[in-house]
């Protein structure tokens, strides 16, 4: 299969096409045929070298920690997956070298979802990471619990929470309820005026 990956840590410049074997599939798992991948911080700090102390590694490396695409094969023990799902997928490893930059890429089936029907490939792909990052930030950081409302500002495209006009009104429609600033932040500090 052809593939991005590096040989050695480093710039851009390590960055290589190569022809590498497809990934086995074992117990748990599912092949999939990447149509999609996206790119974050993460990937070119792995390129760098800034987190092989932190993640164990293997080269050559094959950046990238999410993906979507089409399950070709499925493992022993798979049982929500079949062959021909549209999926997308969180695809970080416990050691990382098999990533999603690459035409297929092995995965845990539940560190994948189907994909939304109204969501092409290139979109699906950049859902993953993001929204993990979100949820570490609510749930786990801010404590945030089911039933509360959450402010959140100087949102990005990137955001979960972030909808151009032509789909702010898909979003809507489908029942999501507009953001709205809950309290002044002199109200939420405690402090008065």
Same mark, same amino acid.
């Given at each position: 299969?052809?593939?991005?990956?590096?040989?050695?840590?480093?710039?851009?410049?390590?960055?290589?096409?190569?022809?590498?074997?497809?990934?086995?599939?074992?117990?748990?798992?599912?092949?999939?045929?990447?149509?999609?991948?996206? $790119?974050?911080?993460?990937?070119?700090?792995?390129?760098?070298?800034?987190?092989?102390?932190?993640?164990?590694?293997?080269?050559?490396?094959?950046?990238?920690?999410?993906?979507?695409?089409?399950?070709?094969?499925?493992?022993?023990?798979?049982?929500?997956?079949?062959?021909?799902?549209?999926?997308?997928?969180?695809?970080?490893?416990?050691? $990382?070298?098999?990533?999603?930059?690459?035409?297929?890429?092995?995965?845990?089936?539940?560190?994948?979802?189907?994909?939304?029907?109204?969501?092409?490939?290139?979109?699906? %792909?950049?859902?993953?990471?993001?929204?993990?990052?979100?949820?570490?930030?609510?749930?786990?950081?801010?404590?945030?619990?089911?039933?509360?409302?959450?402010?959140?500002?100087?949102?990005?495209?990137?955001?979960?929470?972030?909808?151009?006009?032509?789909?702010?009104?898909? $979003?809507?429609?489908?029942?999501?309820?507009?953001?709205? %600033?809950?309290?002044?932040?002199?109200?939420?500090?405690?402090?008065?005026?």
């Amino acid at each position: 299969m052809k593939a991005i990956a590096i040989r050695e840590f480093g710039g851009r410049d390590k960055l290589e096409r190569m022809d590498l074997p497809v990934p086995e599939v074992g117990a748990g798992e599912v092949l999939v045929r990447v149509k999609g991948a996206g $790119v974050n911080p993460v990937d070119w700090k792995i390129r760098e070298g800034r987190l092989k102390d932190l993640f164990p590694h293997r080269f050559p490396l094959i950046p990238g920690w999410d993906a979507a695409g089409i399950v070709e094969k499925i493992g022993p023990g798979v049982t929500r997956s079949r062959v021909g799902d549209e999926i997308f997928a969180y695809c970080r490893k416990p050691v $990382v070298q098999g990533g999603a930059y690459a035409e297929y890429i092995s995965l845990i089936e539940e560190h994948m979802a189907v994909k939304p029907r109204n969501t092409t490939f290139t979109e699906a %792909a950049g859902i993953p990471l993001t929204a993990l990052t979100a949820y570490q930030a609510l749930v786990d950081a801010a404590g945030a619990r089911s039933g509360e409302r959450v402010l959140i500002h100087a949102q990005r495209e990137a955001s979960a929470g972030s909808a151009s006009r032509s789909r702010r009104t898909e $979003v809507l429609s489908s029942g999501a309820p507009p953001a709205v %600033a809950m309290r002044t932040m002199s109200e939420a500090s405690g402090r008065s005026g």
